[in-house]
Nanobody
């Protein structure tokens, strides 16, 4: 499997910015898609953004379009989530995930991923 470690979370005021990092190791060759999900207390884990290693195609939830940017650095086996114009409703635990080539289904769903990081807390105060 792919091992994933997130970092960069913290406390920020509304309107501020954070950059999350996800360092991948292990069987990174098996990963087709790298995704970012978030989960707030009492809510389902929801899709935030994703990037395909091959070609670098990116995807975003409507709620973060224009504010968040996902990118990848193949040489470092690391993906990033730049979060700007943060809002209190962005408060959640953010998870990095890796999805293999052979998994069916939509990259917007948690079921498309088989490796997950430990999560990093993002708190946005008003």
């Amino acid at each position: 499997q792919v091992q994933l470690v997130e970092s960069g979370g913290g406390l920020v005021q509304a309107g501020g910015s954070l950059r999350l990092s996800c360092a991948a190791s292990g069987r990174t060759f098996s990963a087709r898609t790298m995704g970012w999900f978030r989960q707030a207390p009492g809510k389902e884990r929801e899709f935030v953004s994703a990037i395909r290693w091959s070609g670098g195609t990116t995807f975003y939830a409507n709620s973060v379009k224009g504010r968040f940017t996902v990118s990848g650095d193949n040489a470092k086996n690391t993906v990033y989530l730049q979060m700007n114009s943060l809002r209190p409703e962005d408060t959640a635990v953010y998870y990095c995930a890796a999805g293999p080539e052979y998994y069916p289904g939509s990259l917007y769903s948690t079921s498309a991923y088989n490796s997950w990081g430990q999560g990093t807390q993002v708190t946005v105060s008003s």
